[in-house]
């Protein structure tokens, strides 16, 4: 029996999750929320976190009903990039502490890695092509010989991060998230306007797609071409189009028959309807999880240290650092075949 004290802080979501055998024993996590037109900024946050922490070990140690943490947890996973500097210390920082105290191995965990075993154990996905969104990573990937070998990704922001700003321009909330408001916006959307769709072999642009609308949409709304719900639609439906475009590229050369959707934008339902009917059309199974595991949690980088501590993988103290870029296909999967 393997049992990992996992901690997420790598963007405005601390978390921290406790798995035992693939056993998700608790995950509770808390949000720092900027105001509204506003984004939220490293000190800020990292700030939210540290007030945060300690009550969430305590919180994820009773739920999972541990009482001698220094008997009953095997190992202390963190995320080590990619993400914003000062939010990620804090996890480390917090993660280093409890694995010299209770004496138990720490595992440095790449957060895109964590979202991907945390969607293969809830959805039972084998060997899926993976499209990860969020707010800071848009990626394809595909694992082949111990490396998730990324098909596709963007080239300049990610998708999330795209839907946020928008949402900035449109003075949205940022409960429970900016996109998540995009997306009940645009279920009222009737009118599509036409945007830049930019393809450039498997990876996607999205800076353009953002610069045009911020800078028109004001004046839209205000002679009532289109409303705020237009807008969000239109943004949605071409940004998610390039997406399923570039992915289905990904599933035909690799000939898989399974998709898995993972991070915070892997929540949108609009989303999902359209990989699922892509996948259909394909004759193969979408995977997707609930906002309990998509979006930023202590869980998965639990899951991912359980497999890299059941697999013999160790790591020194001192190597046990940060770091803000971190690509998923620099780490070596020594847990699959």
């Known amino acids: 029996m393997v049992c990992v004290l996992g901690i997420e802080g790598s963007a405005n979501k601390i978390g921290v999750g406790i798995i035992r055998d693939g056993e998700v024993l608790s995950n509770p996590r808390a949000t720092f929320h900027a105001p509204p037109g506003e984004g939220f900024r ?15 070990v305590g919180e994820a140690l009773r739920e999972a009903n541990i009482k001698d943490p220094e008997q009953e947890i095997d190992g202390i996973a963190y995320t080590k990039g990619p993400g914003m500097g000062a939010p990620l210390q804090v996890g480390a920082i ?36 993976v499209l990860y969104v969020s707010g ?38 940022n409960a429970p998230s900016p996109g998540y408001n995009i997306e009940q916006l645009a279920k009222n959307g009737k009118k599509l306007m ?20 911020e800078k028109k949409a004001p004046k839209l709304i205000e002679t009532g071409e289109f409303t705020p719900e237009d807008l969000c639609f239109s943004l949605q439906e071409t940004v998610f189009s390039m997406l399923i ?10 000939a898989s028959r399974e998709l898995l959707i993972v991070g915070g934008v892997g929540c949108n339902l609009r ?14 199974h979408l995977f ?8 930023d949690n202590g869980a998965m980088i639990a899951r991912a240290g359980e497999l890299m ?18 690509r998923t296909d620099q780490v070596h999967v020594e847990w699959r075949d």
Request: glycine share 6%; proline share 4%.
């Open 288 to 295: 997707a999880t609930d906002e309990r595991f998509c979006i």
């Open 271 to 284: 989303l999902q309807e359209m990989a699922s009917a892509m996948c259909a059309e394909r004759d193969a």
């Open 136 to 173: 800071g990573n848009t990626q394809v990937i595909s694992y082949t010989n111990k490396r998730y070998r990324i098909f596709g990704e963007t080239i300049d922001i990610a998708v999330g991060n795209c839907l946020d700003r928008f949402a900035r321009v449109l003075k949205l909330p």
């Open 42 to 56: 490293p000190t800020e946050t990292a700030q939210h976190h540290r007030q945060q922490i300690v009550r969430l």
């Open 94 to 129: 917090v993660a280093r502490t409890l694995s010299l105290t209770w004496k138990k191995p720490i595992i440095p965990v790449n957060h895109c890695v964590g979202h991907i075993e945390m969607g293969r154990l809830i959805t039972g996905a084998d060997n899926p092509v």
């Open 194 to 213: 036409e945007l830049p769709y930019t393809v450039k072999g498997m990876d996607v642009s999205l800076s353009g797609i953002l610069s045009l609308i």
């Open 245 to 254: 475009e570039i992915t289905e590229r990904a599933m035909a050369h690799t």
């Open 309 to 326: 501590l059941a697999s013999g993988m160790r790591f020194d103290l001192q190597k046990t650092t940060i770091t803000q870029r971190y």
